[in-house]
């Protein structure tokens, strides 16, 4: 599987893909985890403590404060698996683990088969490295 850390980290939890591409800047509440943007075909899924799968962010250089806010308050997803590399998101998570210490992996997927693939499993872990991306299935 090949793959590029834009986040270095560890987490582990359940996979949730999104349909479409989520703005965390008004689609998205850091108090409840939960996608609030009505017109998301997720609306409502709550995100916290997910391995998040979705192509790509959508938007508004805001969004970064928000998901650095949700990784402080707990309510983040574990980690975030893009298939398109996005700084915005990448940002976010960046300084929460400089500010807070708290690690959000984000990670590029370079294969759209991969990246099904991962959207399949019911939970995953990841270990984003600066060498290396290592996603495997819990035992």
Avoid at 85 to 111: F, H, S
């Amino acid at each position: 599987m090949s793959a590029r850390a834009l986040v270095h980290g560890r987490a582990a939890g359940p996979v949730l893909r999104l349909d479409d591409p989520l703005s965390f800047w008004g689609g998205f509440d850091s108090a409840s985890g939960k996608v609030i943007d009505r017109f998301h075909p997720q609306h409502g899924a709550c995100l916290s403590g997910a391995i998040l799968l979705m192509e790509r962010g959508r938007g508004s250089s805001s969004g970064a404060s928000v998901l650095a806010e949700a990784i402080r308050l707990g309510t983040a997803p574990a980690a975030i698996l893009l298939l398109d590399p996005d700084a915005i998101i990448a940002t976010g998570a960046l300084v929460a683990q400089m500010l807070y210490g708290i690690d959000c992996p984000v990670v590029a997927m370079n294969d759209r088969s991969d990246w099904q693939a991962l959207a399949a499993r019911a939970r995953i872990t990841i270990e984003a490295g600066p060498d290396a991306v290592r996603i495997t299935e819990p035992a």
